[in-house]
């Protein structure tokens, strides 16, 4: 069997205080069958000028200049460019510019698709905060193993937030080919999630391990983690199209879908608590429990609710009012308490 071989695909913009570390810790793996394709995604920094000068002293590395286009557009360009070459057994990975992987990652991937016979595989990722490295505590704990039954396979996926990033995914170019993924280029909140989605539908078998390979540069400044009114956007698609998509596949049982729908209500919770902590006058808040309230799929959600989902209650009957003064008794409560017993 001829050696595998790993594409690495790197969607670049207005990462130059990052790329070094992305390439360098790609071209320093301890597995050297890989090859890199870098997507210049129009960046109008010094970006795409340092992706070429790595690539002419590196011949594994092939960059690909385009216009802005988002993200899952970049990624796309680059996977029709890799399946030219790949074969079959061939892996891709996803890296995002400003982030980097473990030297070792690519040998313990090749490792464990070689045991396990899998065409897509999970893995984990700490997160480096000031250059302070610490692992990711998740929601739900991670799932270790191998799955090969669909409505379990959906269960773990579809109800851990973990598993939404491609960054943490290893995926056979056949399982690709057979996907299509290439033809989902959503610019939207959750495009990881939504590129996965066809993976998800044509995985054969899939294989979790407990390795944190990938290292998620965390800027808790930066607009994508700072949550406030001004840049606050009500947005169900995303969960409203895997919704759809779970309904298409008839694979959940009644029992299947009360566990996803509570979670999803879980979500919506912590939606609507966050506007309840905005710096924002109540009319404005109450603006967006409006909307939430009249949107088709937080309006389904909030109609599965029962007593012990207070907030969205609250939401379905207008108890605007109330929700905000609950809200800020707890964090009042809370903030004593920490206060008192820190």
Known sequence: MAERTFFVIVPVYKVE????????????????????????????????????????????????????????????????????EASDDDFLIFVDSDDTISPNTLSVLNKSITENGCDLLF????????????????????????VNDKAEFYRIVFTNPLYNSLCLKAASASLVRRSKM?????????????????????????VFIPDTLY??????????????????????????TVLKFMREQNVWNDSDFEEYLAYCRRLLKEQILTVCCFSAP??????????IRNDEYFSYLISTADKSDFELLAVRKQRYRTLLIKSRLHFFISKAYHKIFR
Not at 33 to 61: L, T
Not at 136 to 141: A, E, H, L, Q, R
């Open 17 to 84: 205080k990052y790329i070094h570390d992305c390439f360098n810790s790609i071209l320093n793996q301890d597995n050297g069958s890989f090859k890199i394709f870098a997507v210049d995604d129009g960046s109008p920094d010094k970006s795409g000028k340092i992706c070429d000068e790595y690539a002419k002293k590196d011949r594994r590395i092939r960059v690909i200049h385009k216009e802005n286009g988002g993200q899952a557009l970049a990624r796309s360009v680059a996977i029709i460019e890799v399946l030219k």
């Open 123 to 146: 893995y984990s990722m700490n997160r480096v905060e000031n250059e302070c490295k610490s692992a990711t505590t998740p929601i739900s704990p991670p799932f270790v193993g191998t």
């Open 182 to 206: 290439q033809e989902v280029r959503y610019r939207a909140i959750g495009e990881d999630l939504l590129q996965s989605i066809p993976l998800y539908q044509f995985c054969k078998r899939a």
């Open 215 to 240: 290292n998620y540069n965390y800027n808790p400044s930066s607009t994508t983690h700072s949550v406030s009114y001004k840049n606050y956007d009500i947005n169900s698609s995303l969960r409203y």
């Open 282 to 291: 109540s009319k404005d808040k109450i603006k967006i429990f409006e909307d």
